[in-house]
């Protein structure tokens, strides 16, 4: 809901996170919306580069996206997207990776591990297996705890 992406500033007072996106967002599949790799491209941006608030804001729209989109609307774009994606799971910030993965496992199951991992690049060792780790989750019932920071 938009009320869960109000955030408090340092000086007490509620200010709206990424407002114009989570329009967006919500338009999602429909003719006046951006194409879905723009929203998921300009989402990962606010990710990786806003304040803590912003970006919880901005991964928990991330997730809703991923959630929702089909492979026609990502298929053509996937040499965009998921070396984005992956880049965010090198980032410093653990939530940006939290995120990172969680949106590669989404995007697993709308194009398959193996079209995903032929886009990845050399993923080995931890991260394989977290990500692995984190497509099953999804397979078993989603990754519903993310909605809920």
């Known amino acids: 809901s938009y009320e869960s992406d109000i955030a408090d500033d ?42 803590i608030s912003e970006s919880m804001a901005a991964a928990r729209c991330l997730v809703r996206v991923m959630e929702m989109v089909n492979r026609k609307q990502v298929e053509k774009h996937l040499k965009e997207i998921v070396p984005a994606l992956r880049q965010a799971y090198d980032h410093p ?11 590669l496992a989404s995007l697993s ?14 993923i080995w060792g931890y991260k394989r297996r977290l990500l692995r780790l984190y497509i099953e989750r999804m397979k078993e019932g989603g990754l519903g705890e993310y909605r809920n920071m």
């Not at 999602?28 to 606010?46: V, Y």
């Not at 199951?109 to 050399?122: E, F, H, P």
Request: net charge positive; hydrophobic share 35%.
């Open 10 to 51: 340092d000086t007490g007072h509620a200010s709206s996170v990424l407002s114009g996106t989570e329009h967006q967002v919500g338009k999602l599949g429909k003719l006046s919306a951006p194409p879905a790799h723009q929203i998921i491209l300009s989402l990962l941006d606010d990710v990786c580069e806003k304040n």
């Open 93 to 103: 910030q653990p939530r940006v990776r939290r995120c990172a993965v969680t949106c």
């Open 109 to 122: 199951g709308v194009v398959g591990y193996t079209v995903l991992c032929s886009y990845m690049g050399g």
